[in-house]
Nanobody, 128 residues
């Protein structure tokens, strides 16, 4: 199994930036694709960004494209989400997720049910 722990959330003003981290432990981190999801009160958990196991392919939700950057450092067993130009509608609990990825697969998974492991979440609040 893989254990995931998010950190880096907090309160920022609109237009500000935050960097979220997802520390992984357990099985070899490089065998897993990673994703970031968020969930606001009363809403479904939604896809934010995803990255392949090597970091060579990324995908973003349209709502964050151009503002957020997903990355990973397999040597440190850590994934990241850099969030710039934050808006109040970005306010949510942010979760990192992982799923085993077969060799030579480049498809980024965008659905909650496609991931097997989840972190506990970290709160991001953007004030106006």
């Amino acid at each position: 199994q893989v254990q995931l722990v998010e950190s880096g959330g907090g309160l920022v003003q609109a237009g500000g930036s935050l960097r979220l981290s997802c520390a992984a432990s357990g099985r070899t981190f490089s065998n897993y694709a990673m994703g970031w999801f968020r969930q606001a009160p009363g809403k479904e958990r939604e896809f934010v960004a995803g990255i392949s196991k090597s970091g060579g392919r990324v995908d973003y939700a349209d709502s964050v494209k151009g503002r957020f950057t997903i990355s990973r450092d397999n040597a440190k067993n850590t994934g990241y989400l850099q969030m710039n130009s934050l808006k109040p509608e970005d306010t949510a609990v942010y979760y990192c997720a992982a799923v085993a990825q077969p060799p030579y697969t480049t498809r980024i998974r965008r659905q909650v049910h496609e991931y097997d492991y989840w972190g506990q979440g970290t709160q991001v609040t953007v004030s106006s």
